[in-house]
C-alpha cells in the first residue's frame, strides 16, 4: 500500500505530530503553481554520506526507474503518449505570441497533462477540459506542423472517455473506465470470468492479472503480458538494462539477488517469479539503500487487478535513524524515569523500530505526485508468512510542511519570541517529538495482568487514547536533559519551549483549519492532540499555565508555565496508562468526550476567518533532483545532485531521454 495524501491539510493528518512549520532559510521549495496544482522541490539529505559505489546503486536504480515512464502514461489512457507528444511539440516549437491568454490557457493544460501522466485529473480522474478552443488548437498544430488526427485528436474536445477510473457500478466498472487495462471491447463478465476460471493456488495465490492488459480476439480473451518482447517489451528492456547495472554494484548479497529475481520477471512476466521477488525484496534491509520498482498499486483498476507501473529510490535517513537509535538503546531509562506507576511499567521495554527514508528519485504512478509513504508488498500471504517492509518519506513530508511558509505560524503565535523560538528549534524539536512518540511511546507501558487488549477493552476509543500516551511521552521527555546526554537534541530548554508552544497552538488552535464548521474531531491523532492540550489547559486553569488571550479580537494561547506543563503533560500519561492497564472504559471514554470531540464554534469559526488568506493549491506534487554524473574519461567519479530549472524543463527532458514507446502500444 501507499500511504497517499492530496493537500497539505492531508499530510498533516497522515504524520503523528503536526507542527506549522518554519520556512527555510536556505532552500526554495516551492517551484511553481498552476490550476489546482503546486509544484515542489525536495532535496536528499546523506547523498553524499555515500560512497561511490552507492551512489551508483542510487544512480542506476533511479534510470531503472525513469526507464518505464511512458508505460504509465499509456496505461493511464491508449492516446495519452499521442497526445502528450504532440503538446510538447507545439510548446518546444511555437513561435507565436506567448502572452496570450490560449497559450497561457495552452500552457497550463499541458502542465495538467504532465502531473497526471494523462488527460485525466491524478486524483478526481475527470478528463481536462481545455480552456483553449479548438480553432486555437489548430492554429498551433499547424503552424508547429504538429500532427494529431483521428479519436486522439477528438478526446481533447469531446465528451468521450470522460471518467479514468469510474466506480460507479451503473456506468459498468469496464465499460466506463477509459483507463488502458482493457481493450474497449472487453466487459466486465469477460474479467469476471477469466479470472474466476484462471487456477490459483490456494496458500499462496498469485497476484492474478498485475502485469498485463486483457483484450478480446477473435472473441478470444487472452492477457497481453506486460514484459519483454511483450506488451511494453520496449521501456523493460531499458529497464532491465538499468537493473542489470544497479545489481552489479548492489550494497549486498540480498539486494543483488532480489533484483536478479526481478530481472527475471520482467524478463518472463511470469508473476510467480514475482513473488518471489517479493519475498527477497521483504527481507532486504541491510544496507542504506532500498527502491521499489514495479507495476504496484491496484487503485486505477476498477477490477483492482492490474498494477500501474511506479519507482521510488530511497536512501535511509542518517539523522533520523541516529536519533531512533539513541533513543531506542536508552528506551528502558525512558521507561524507568517515566511518570507511570510503578506496576505499569515494563520491565524490560524494547524501542519500536521506526523507518524513515529519504527519497532520492521517483517515477511512474509515484510522480510528480508522490505517497508520503510505503507499505509493501501488497500479497497478503507474503506479508503474513515472509514480512513487510513500512517506511515514511521523511524529505518528502518535510517539502510538504517547509514549502507552506511562516504566515500561518506569525498569524496563530503570540508573541515574537514564539516565533523565534519555533524558528530555531521547531524543526528539532518535530523530529524529536516523532522519534519519541514512535520509539518510546508506543513501546512504553503494560497492562494489568487479565486485562484484554486496549482493542478489546477501549473499543472505539482504543486508538485515540493510544496516540494520546504516545504524545505526552513525547512532551514530558523533550525538555529533558537526556536528549542532551544522549546526543539528539542541541538544547533541552529550547526545544521543549518550542515543543510546547507548538502543541498547544496546534491542539487548540490551528488543527481546527482541516474541520468544516459544525463537524466534531473524528480522526484519532487529532482527538489526542486536543485532548492532550485542553486538558492540560484546564487543570492548570488556576495558576494559568496555559492562558487564553485576545488581542485585537484574536485568540491566542499563551504557556505561563513550561515547568508547571511538563508536571500536567507527566500526570495526563500516568493517568491514561492507568486507564489502559486496567481497561478502565469508562474513564477512557470521558476524557475522549469531554477534551477531544467537541469544538468551540466560536473559536472554530475564528480560527477559519484567520486562516483564508493562507489558501494555496489543494494538489501537490515534486520535480526530482538531478543526479549528475562526473567523470573522468569514461570512469565516473562522484554524482552529484542538482535541482532541475522548472517542471517544464524537467518534463521535456524527461521525454527526451526516457522516450521508451512507440505512441500505440
Ligand atoms: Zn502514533
Known amino acids: 500500500m501507499a500511504v497517499l495524501v492530496f493537500s497539505y491539510q492531508e499530510i498533516q493528518k497522515e504524520s503523528d505530530v503536526l507542527l506549522v512549520k518554519k520556512e527555510s532559510q536556505d532552500f526554495n521549495y516551492l517551484a511553481e503553481q498552476f490550476a489546482d496544482i503546486k509544484i515542489l522541490r525536495y532535496q536528499i539529505p546523506g547523498f553524499d554520506q555515500l560512497s561511490l559505489q552507492q551512489k551508483k546503486y542510487v544512480y542506476f536504480l533511479t534510470q531503472a526507474g525513469l526507464a518505464g515512464r511512458d508505460i504509465m502514461y499509456d496505461q493511464n489512457y491508449r492516446h495519452n503518449l499521442k497526445i502528450r507528444r504532440a503538446l510538447e511539440n507545439i510548446y518546444q516549437n511555437y513561435k507565436g505570441d506567448k502572452n496570450s491568454d490560449n497559450w497561457k490557457n495552452f500552457e497550463t493544460y499541458l502542465k495538467r497533462v504532465w502531473f497526471a501522466n494523462g488527460i485525466h485529473h491524478h486524483y478526481a480522474n475527470d478528463k481536462f477540459k481545455p480552456s483553449f478552443s479548438k480553432n486555437y488548437f489548430d492554429t498551433l498544430l499547424k503552424e508547429t506542423k504538429t500532427k494529431l488526427a483521428g479519436e486522439a485528436y477528438d478526446v481533447i474536445f469531446n465528451d468521450a472517455d470522460t471518467k479514468k477510473v469510474n466506480l460507479n457500478p451503473d456506468k459498468g466498472l469496464v465499460k466506463g473506465s477509459a483507463i488502458n487495462f482493457y481493450s474497449p471491447n472487453i466487459t466486465e463478465e469477460d474479467v469476471d470470468s477469466f479470472y474466476s476460471k484462471m487456477k490459483s493456488d490456494k496458500e499462496k495465490p498469485i497476484e492474478k492479472g498485475l502485469n498485463s492488459k ?62 518471489d521477488y517479493n519475498i527477497v525484496w ?58 507511570l506507576q510503578k506496576e505499569h511499567k515494563k520491565k524490560n521495554v524494547v524501542g519500536v523500530s521506526y523507518k524513515t527514508v529519504n527519497v532520492a528519485g521517483e517515477a511512474g504512478d ?125 538544547d533541552a530548554n529550547g526545544v521543549g519551549r518550542a515543543a510546547f508552544d507548538s502543541y498547544i497552538r496546534n491542539g487548540l488552535l490551528t488543527q481546527l483549519i482541516r474541520l468544516n464548521l459544525g463537524d466534531d474531531i473524528e480522526e484519532a491523532h487529532m482527538r489526542n492532540r486536543q485532548l492532550v492540550a485542553a486538558w492540560a489547559m484546564e487543570k492548570g486553569a488556576k495558576e494559568k499555565v496555559i492562558e487564553k ?48 470531540v467537541k469544538v468551540d464554534q466560536d473559536l472554530h469559526k475564528e480560527v477559519l476567518e484567520r486562516n483564508k488568506r493562507f489558501k494555496s493549491a489543494p494538489y501537490s506534487g515534486f520535480i526530482n533532483p538531478v543526479l549528475v554524473l562526473v567523470s573522468e574519461g569514461d570512469k565516473i567519479t562522484n554524482i552529484k545532485v542538482v535541482q532541475p530549472v522548472s517542471f517544464a524543463e524537467q518534463m521535456l527532458q524527461y521525454a527526451k531521454d526516457y522516450t521508451t514507446l512507440p505512441d500505440e502500444n
Do not use: C
Open 549 to 596: 488571550v485576545t488581542k485585537d479580537g484574536k485568540t491566542y494561547f499563551v504557556i505561563n508555565d513550561y515547568k508547571k506543563l511538563r508536571a500536567l503533560f507527566g500526570e495526563l500519561l500516568r493517568e491514561i496508562q492507568r486507564i489502559k492497564s486496567e481497561g478502565d472504559f469508562e474513564a477512557g471514554k470521558a476524557l475522549v468526550e469531554t477534551y477531544g
Open 282 to 339: 521483504a527481507k532486504s534491509t541491510d544496507g542504506d539503500i532500498d527502491y521499489i520498482n514495479g507495476f504496484i498499486e491496484v487503485y486505477n483498476d476498477p477490477k483492482g487487478y492490474r498494477g500501474s507501473y511506479e519507482s521510488v529510490v530511497q536512501i535511509k535517513d542518517f539523522d533520523m535513524s541516529k536519533k531512533m537509535a539513541a533513543l531506542a538503546d536508552n528506551a528502558q531509562w525512558f521507561e524507568d524515569n517515566s511518570t
Open 214 to 275: 486483457l483484450v478480446k480476439k477473435d472473441g478470444k480473451v487472452v492477457e497481453q503480458v506486460w514484459k519483454s518482447g511483450g506488451m511494453y517489451g520496449a521501456s523493460i528492456d531499458k529497464i532491465i538494462f538499468w537493473l542489470e547495472k544497479a545489481k552489479n554494484v548492489a550494497e549486498n548479497k540480498t539486494q543483488a539477488k532480489g533484483l536478479g529475481l526481478l530481472i527475471k520477471y520482467y524478463q518472463t512476466g511470469d508473476l510467480k517469479v514475482w513473488d
Open 366 to 490: 509515484s510522480s510528480p505526485s508522490t505517497p508520503i509513504g510505503i507499505n509493501l508488498p501488497n500479497n497478503n500471504w507474503i506479508r503474513e508468512q515472509h514480512g513487510s517492509k513500512s517506511v515514511s518519506l521523511g524529505n518528502i513530508i518535510n517539502a510538504y510542511n517547509n514549502a507552506s511558509g511562516s504566515g500561518r505560524l506569525k498569524e496563530f503565535a503570540y508573541s515574537k519570541e514564539e516565533v523565534e523560538f519555533e524558528e530555531e528549534y521547531g524543526q528539532i524539536a518535530d523530529k524529536l517529538h516523532t522519534a519519541l512518540h514512535e520509539v518510546i511511546g508506543h513501546a512504553s507501558g503494560k497492562l494489568n495482568e487479565g486485562v484484554g487488549t486496549p482493542k478489546e477493552t477501549m473499543k472505539n476509543y482504543a486508538s485515540t487514547l493510544e496516540e494520546a500516551r504516545a504524545d505526552p511521552v513525547g512532551l514530558y521527555y523533550l525538555p529533558d536533559e537526556k536528549l542532551v546526554e544522549i546526543g539528539i537534541s542541541p
